[in-house]
């Protein structure tokens, strides 16, 4: 293969990526009307399995809300072919998996861990291995952590045994700081 045919074909897997993605029903922020915009060092397109693998520091951008990786797959549901074609072909995207250095960061809270798996029908996000959730000074740890992104209801799970052997998860939560100049009233 040519490079200028090597060049045609790279643009055309880029056109049948952003056409299979559908509209931005996608909702990796509240705001489920902006698009989501995924980069990567290198694309993988998968056709007969509606897959793309974004490779090397890749990255999905919505609204203001991050979804960073070492490897990003995107998988759409299938669709019954279009005008005759033989097979099917790609829909909606339905499910996003972040694999590696995985980091989820909105603008109140910053989230790392090893793995995460988005689901869109169900706006969730799991992310999980070694979780670390950030929000301004405040620091929690834990194993697995489900985000519903359209509400920002949260749940932490952890494997770490403490007393009576449960697993639980650990928070360190800092005091809300009062502007310069006001006393904090006490109870």
């Known amino acids: 293969m040519s490079k200028l045919e090597t060049i045609r074909w790279a643009a055309g897997a880029c056109a049948l990526v952003l056409l299979a993605a559908g509209p931005a029903s996608a909702q990796l922020s509240q705001n489920a009307d902006a698009p989501v915009d995924i980069t990567a060092d290198a694309l993988e397109v998968v056709n007969t399995q509606c897959l793309s693998i974004w490779s090397g520091s ?25 005008g005759g074609a033989k097979g099917a072909s790609c829909g909606a995207l339905d499910r996003m998996e972040a694999i ?39 620091v929690l740890r834990g194993e ?30 800092y005091p809300s700081q009062q502007p310069a100049g006001q006393s904090a009233q006490r109870r």
């Open 144 to 173: 697995r952590l489900t985000v519903n992104v359209a509400t920002g209801d949260a749940q932490m799970e952890a494997n770490s045994k403490g007393r009576a052997g449960k697993a639980r998860p650990r928070a360190v939560i």
């Open 58 to 82: 890749a990255e999905a951008l919505q609204d203001r809300t991050r979804l960073r990786a070492d490897v990003l797959k995107t998988y759409n549901k299938k669709a019954p072919a279009k």
């Open 100 to 138: 590696g250095n995985v980091y989820y960061v909105t603008p109140q809270q910053r989230v790392r861990g090893d793995a995460a798996d988005y689901d869109v029908a169900g706006e969730t996000i799991v992310i999980t291995g070694d979780v670390v959730a950030v929000n301004g000074q405040n």
